[in-house]
């Protein structure tokens, strides 16, 4: 469904594309899915049950929106959308992919700048900023198409935007990008990272180039993916993350469906759900697993207003507008299911114990064509870990955290690791972390420039976020829930398909190691390389064995981190480029 905010409007005329043969609408600024989205059609693909799937993260992590142009692979939710293009549903065993050489994209080439930075989201522009502005080389790649990460989402190109009507964070993420341009600083954008090699040594790829990045120091911020809950028919199309129902809305102008149901963890599902009833959509129910705010001890309340009042006001006033809109909000209840036949038509919630399990009898049933979910984040840690930084594992919360300093120091030699990259802090705490990474790049590569009191001031400035950050999570405490809700028949590996009972059938006290599970089942081995599986595995082995994860005992990251086509990486090498190189530092 289309839709129209305030200050964001469509400037140009429809063009058309086909899709399986059917022909498809799309304005400048769509992505292939938002198009197919708006069209009414949310199956894109085929997995090998036989079973369609659409868009699940909307962020180019799990592949499930993936779709044929040209023979080749393509993920619909980032790739633009262009007029005559002939794109096919991908089939569930492809046979007549592409094998002619693109000499074009298989060139390679090598860039040596003094700052490279890996996302172009709240963190890595604020580094940028710093670093640009001292007179560094910086050079920022990002896999989208336009700056601003899941937090600022940009309006794609296409729309004649008025940031003097439009909500205050489309506004300050096209101040803070148009300042980084001003400072100097580079982008490549659509650029998929695939892998690390010798210390600080990346590879990217684009349409035209697969480039290697030799940088001096190098900044990871590449952000992070949502966690979402096994349950029944959660691989249904229509059930997606609430982050990737916000891009749709936010940058591509397109609603998921005309009735959702929103469920999850935190204050964003509050947010998506008031950004789409504002946009016309009808907010069936959103389902908190977390108790209602005002019943929260009065400290944590006032630690949430006095930290950052203009958030929590944001988001007394998001509860408000929902409330006017007569939205149900249901407090300590959780989505259990999803029914429909080839979508989502029904979801299923309900009320939960302080323990987090289901209370039997206390099912609601809700009539919708979309269900947008979000338990929280995950790191996008692969690059980093790569790289030998270190993480911590917490079992009790599920969550994944970088070893870093204030500034995102790790323990490799010159690598950062800022913003939700290395563990969930918001946008607030990523930007002060990045504006810090930038200012030690700075001190390091030019000493002279004087960046202590800078330095202070962020300092203070991320303490005062954290304690926000300490407050909002003591309001929304809940427990974690892992893969209990999960049925027998219920896939915790998406990609692979590999169910519940797959896996509890090889748990057993004398082998509960990841690897033994991937050599059994499968799990992991998929698209998203055990990104979403991984956690939940942990739970698993947590709830049935008592046994507590680390680090060590996770999927060990591996290039190529995200698929990448065998012949753009078999190209001609440039004179200064050798396989060999690809595992040399700068400095050999």
């Known amino acids: 469904m289309r839709v129209q905010t305030d200050g964001i409007k469509r400037h140009t005329q429809p063009f058309e594309f086909r899709f399986d043969g059917k022909t498809i609408d799309a304005y400048p600024g769509d992505t292939i899915a938002s198009a197919l989205i708006a069209s009414g059609i949310l199956g894109f693909c085929v997995n090998r049950q036989g079973e369609q799937r659409g868009v699940f993260c909307g962020m180019g992590v ?25 794109v096919s549903r991908y ?33 890595g522009l604020s580094a940028a900023k710093v670093a640009a502005a001292a007179g560094l080389d910086v050079l920022v790649v990002d896999e989208r198409h336009k700056a601003g990460g899941q937090y ?35 982008f490549i954008f659509g650029a998929t990272v695939w892998g690390t090699f010798a210390p600080n040594r990346v590879a990217i790829s684009t349409d035209e180039h697969t480039t290697v990045i030799d940088p001096r120091q190098l900044i990871l911020s590449p952000g992070a993916y949502e966690r979402t809950l096994p349950v029944p028919g959660w691989t249904l199309p229509g059930f997606l993350t609430a982050g990737a129902a916000q891009t749709l809305l936010r940058a591509n102008q397109t609603a998921v469906g005309r009735r959702v149901l929103v469920a999850g963890h935190g204050p964003l599902n509050m947010q998506v759900a008031h950004e789409l009833a504002a946009a016309g959509t009808s907010v069936a129910a959103v389902a908190e697993i977390a108790a209602a705010p005002y019943t929260a001890a009065p400290g944590a309340l006032f630690g949430m207003i006095f930290n950052a009042p203009q958030l929590s006001f944001t988001g007394l006033a998001q509860l408000a507008s929902l409330r006017r809109k007569r939205v149900p909000v249901r407090y300590r209840h959780v989505l259990v299911g999803a029914e429909g036949g080839e979508r989502v038509r029904r979801a299923v919630i309900a009320r939960i114990d302080a323990r987090g399990r289901p209370v039997a009898g206390t099912q609601e049933k809700f009539d919708v064509d979309a269900i947008c979910v979000n338990y929280g984040f995950l790191p996008q840690s692969e690059l980093a870990r790569s790289l030998g930084c270190q993480f911590r594992y917490d079992n009790r919360t599920g969550n994944l955290d970088a070893v870093r300093g204030d500034d995102g120091r790790t323990n490799v030699e010159n690598v950062f690791v800022v913003g939700d ?54 309001v929304f405490d809940a427990p974690y829930i892992g893969a209990r809700l999960a049925a027998p028949s219920t896939p915790i590996c998406r990609c692979e398909g590999i169910n519940k009972i797959d896996i509890e059938s090889c748990l ?22 055990g990104r979403y ?21 996770f999927f060990a990251p591996r290039a190529p981190f995200k698929p990448v086509p065998v012949m753009q990486l078999a190209g001609e090498y440039g004179k200064a480029l050798t396989p060999v190189d690809l595992l040399q530092s700068r400095d050999e």
């Open 62 to 86: 799990c592949g499930d929106c993936r779709v044929l142009i040209g023979g080749r692979s393509r993920r619909a939710c980032v790739e633009p959308a262009r007029e005559n293009l002939e």
């Open 91 to 123: 089939p569930s065993r492809p046979t007549a992919l592409s094998r002619e050489p693109d000499k074009k994209s298989s060139r390679w080439r090598e860039l040596r700048p003094d700052v490279l930075i890996v996302g172009a989201g709240p963190a």
């Open 152 to 186: 600022f989402k940009q309006p794609s190109d296409g729309f004649d935007v008025d940031f003097t009507k439009v909500d205050a964070r489309f506004a300050e993420g096209h101040e803070l990008m148009l300042e980084v341009q001003d400072a100097g600083a580079r």
């Open 421 to 474: 990259a290395g563990g969930m802090g918001g946008a607030l705490i990523s930007m002060d972390q990045g504006t810090l990474a930038g200012l030690s790049v700075v001190a390091a590569l030019r000493p002279s420039f004087e960046v202590a009191s800078k330095r202070s001031q962020h300092e203070r400035s991320l303490r005062r976020h954290r304690k926000f950050q300490d407050a909002l999570w003591r």
């Open 508 to 529: 057993t006290v004398d082998q509960r190691d990841f690897g033994s599970v991937k050599r059994a089942t499968r799990l992991g081995m998929g698209r998203c390389q």
């Open 533 to 553: 599986c991984s956690t939940l595995l942990a739970s698993l082995m947590s709830d049935m064995l008592g046994h507590q994860c680390d680090m060590e005992e």
